[in-house]
C-alpha cells in the first residue's frame, strides 16, 4: 500500500483516511487513477480543487465509512468496492456497524490490489454467473441459544465472511484454537479471493494442467481432505511444500493460501518502496539480506524481483516486530517448490491484467 499525500496542504494522509489532520479538509479516495484528494462543499455534494472535478461519496459512507469517491453523475451509487457487498449484517448497534466497518475497510484493501493490477472486478448485476458478491453475515443465534457460527468460505463467485472477524479478541482466540501463527481480516479477504479467481484465471483460463503439475489434482475429495485435516493434521514435512498447513489440505485451499501471500509480498513490498525503506544488515553475508526495492511492486514483470526483496524485508520487520515483544509480522518460510507457486500466481496475474488493459484501455 502506497502512502497518499493531501493535495491541499501536502501533508502525508493513508488510504483509510477520511479527514486531513494538518489542513482539517475532508479527503476523498479516488480509485482511477489511484489518488486521495481534498475536497470542499459543491452543491449537494464535494468538489476537488486540485483534480477540477466534482465528486459524490459512495452511499456507503455514512453507514460503512466509506471515504472512496465517485463522479458527481453517479450520486447516490456505490464504488467500486462496496458495489460487491450483497448481504451486510443488521446495523442496529454499534458493535454490529464498528464490525461491519472494519470489514469493508480490509474489503477496500483488498480492491486497491485488484484494481491495481487491473483485474477484472465484476459484481453480480454485470454478470450473474461469473461475478463477485460478498455477503458479510453476523453469527446467529441457534435454537439452543447458543451462537452459530457463519463459516468464511467462497462458492460461485459469492464470498461469506463472519463478521465476528473483525472482533480481535474472538479472532485471536480462533487463531489459538486452529494453531495458526497468522489471522487477519484483511488476510480471510485476500484467501477467499484467491478461490475466487482459481475459478476464473485457472479453471475458466485454461490453466488446470500447468495448476495440477504444482498443487496436484482438485479433482479429489475436497470434503474427505478437510475432515482429514481436522482430524490428523497435516502430513509430516509440510513446511517444505505448503506455505501454511492449512494450505496441505487440498490444493483449491494450498492455491488460495499462495494467492493471499503473493498479495503479502506486493502490497507489503509497495509500502517498502514507497517509503524508500532500504536495509543492510552488518555482518550479513554478501548482502544476501540486503534490501532495496527500487520498482514498483504492482507493475514488477519479474518475479524473481519481488521473491528476492521479501525474505530480507520480512526478517527485517520480524526482527522488528520480536524487539517490541510482537509475534513474527510474517511468521512464514518459502521454499522453492512454495516460490513456484507464487510465481505461477504472478503469471495468471500478469497475463489477466494485461489482457484487460489491453481490451479496455484506460480502466
Ligand atoms: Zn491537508
Ligand atoms: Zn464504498
Ligand atoms: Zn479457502
Redesign the pocket.
Known sequence: MRLFS?D????T?HFDNGT?V????R?GYVSNPSRMT?LEPWGAGWTSPAMGESFAFCANADVAACNWLLPAAQAGQLCPACRHNRTIPALNDDKTTEAFRRVVSAERHLFYSLLAWGLPIPDKAEDAEAGLAFDFLADEIGQNGGAVPVMTGHAEGVITLAIAESDDAAREARRVGLGEPYRTLLGHFRHEIGHYYWDRLVRDGGRLEEFRALFGDERQDYAEALERNYRSGPPAGWQNRFVSSYAACHPWEDFAETFAHYIHMVDALETAHNLGLVVSPQGASAGRLDLDVDFSPYRQQDFSALANAWTPLTIAINEINRSLGQLDFYPFILSEEILSKLEFVHTLIKAKGQQQRAEKPGS
Open positions: 493531501c491541499a496542504c501536502g501533508n494522509v486531513c494538518a489542513c482539517t479538509r479527503l481534498a
